[in-house]
């Protein structure tokens, strides 16, 4: 069983950055690739950015592309997702996810573990 908590969200205005952070447990790690979602209010949850277990390959949403960058520190059982040049359509609750595999995943439902979230506001 995997657990995972998120932190770093808040309010931030448009043009902002913010760096959410995500904290596997589990002592295989490396085994595992990560996934960052979010979700608003009456609408399902949607891909952001994922990343391999060794690192190695990485896939954005178009919509993040250029402003978002996820990466993770497999010493320190940590997943990161830098958020850049944030715009108001930004705002979700973004949840951290895990799934073993050697690939990057990008489906909701190829993910087995998932956070509680933490909300991003972004103010215009």
């Known amino acids: 069983q995997v657990q995972l908590v998120e932190s770093g969200g808040g309010l931030v205005q448009a043009g902002g950055s913010l760096r959410l952070s995500c904290a596997p447990s589990?002592?295989?790690?490396?085994?595992?690739?990560m996934g960052w979602f979010r979700q608003t209010p009456g609408k399902e949850r949607e891909f952001v950015a994922a990343?391999?277990?060794?690192?190695?390959?990485?896939y954005y949403a178009d919509s993040v592309k250029g402003r978002f960058t996820i990466s993770r520190v497999n010493a320190k059982n940590m997943v990161y997702l830098e958020m850049n040049s944030l715009k108001p359509e930004d705002t979700a609750k973004y949840y951290c996810?895990?799934?073993?595999?050697?690939?990057?995943?990008?489906?909701?439902?190829?993910?087995?573990?998932w956070g509680q979230g933490t909300q991003v506001t972004v103010s215009s």
């Open positions: 996810a895990a799934r073993t595999g050697g690939s990057y995943y990008i489906l909701v439902t190829e993910y087995h573990y």
């Open positions: 990343i391999s277990g060794r690192g190695g390959s990485t």
């Open positions: 589990g002592r295989t790690f490396i085994n595992y690739a």
